[in-house]
């Protein structure tokens, strides 16, 4: 299958600071990614779905000025959690969407956010 | 909103069984992807099929879309299958995906 990076893979920092998380398709150029967010023992949940060259779509509950995506090519998307708190501690993992007739998601290995 | 269920939540077998986890959901959709998720928590997918029935090694994915049920079998299951599996049917113009709460698989050598 094709082959999604993040980073970085584990991020430990202190309550207040931003955190910025990277998706990169390494296969194909990818107009939509989506950020998903899963706690502990828990089924992933949809944060937003980037779009390449426009504003992110976020679900209902998810603040925008809080999780910033930005979607700037069509092989990276990053995703910023703006001053962090320990609430926000979780495993964020990215999706790319292989469309055309497939409509494939692939996913990304994830990342482990800690806030202290 | 689509509405998710998966079962067995929780489900343990000795090596060489074969395994059956189920998926109903409540919408319409335009695919259902299972998926595996390992401790390390990295998300791999397993199949998508939109209809019928597919195969892939010791794994087989079959859909009833009129039911809005779908299944994963895994024959003569081993100690590396161990993992959650994961229901996500695909809706919306966007391909979102809704996500059941899982399956832990365990398996005993």
């Known amino acids: 299958g094709a082959v999604v990076s993040q980073h970085p893979s584990r991020v430990i920092c202190k309550s207040g600071t931003s955190v910025k998380i990277e998706c990169r398709s390494l296969d194909f150029q990818a107009t939509t990614m989506f950020w998903y967010r899963q706690f502990p023992k828990k089924s992933l949940m949809l944060m937003a779905t980037?779009?390449?060259?426009?504003?992110?779509?976020?679900e209902q509950g998810v603040e925008k000025d809080k999780f910033l995506i930005n979607h700037a090519s069509l092989t990276l998307s990053t995703l910023t959690v703006t001053s962090a708190h320990p609430e926000d501690s979780s495993f964020y993992i990215c999706?790319?969407?292989?469309?055309?007739?497939?409509?494939?998601?692939?996913f990304g290995p994830g990342t482990r956010l800690t806030v202290l | 909103k689509n509405e998710v269920e998966q079962s067995p939540q929780n489900l343990t077998a000795q090596e060489g069984e074969f395994i059956t986890i189920n998926c109903s959901y409540s919408?319409?959709?335009?695919?259902l992807h299972w998926l595996q998720q390992h401790p390390g928590g990295g998300i791999v997918s397993l199949f998508m099929l939109s209809s019928g029935k597919k195969k892939h090694g010791r794994l087989i994915a079959t859909i009833n879309i009129q039911e809005k049920h779908s299944s994963l079998h895994i024959t003569a299951s081993h100690p590396r299958d161990s993992a959650v599996y994961i229901c996500a049917p695909s809706s919306g113009s966007a391909r979102q995906l809704t996500f059941g709460s899982g399956t832990q698989l365990t398996v005993l050598p």
């Open positions: 980037s779009n390449e060259g426009s504003k992110a779509t976020y």
């Open positions: 999706s790319v969407l292989h469309g055309g007739s497939s409509d494939t998601q692939y």
């Open positions: 919408v319409g959709i335009s695919a």
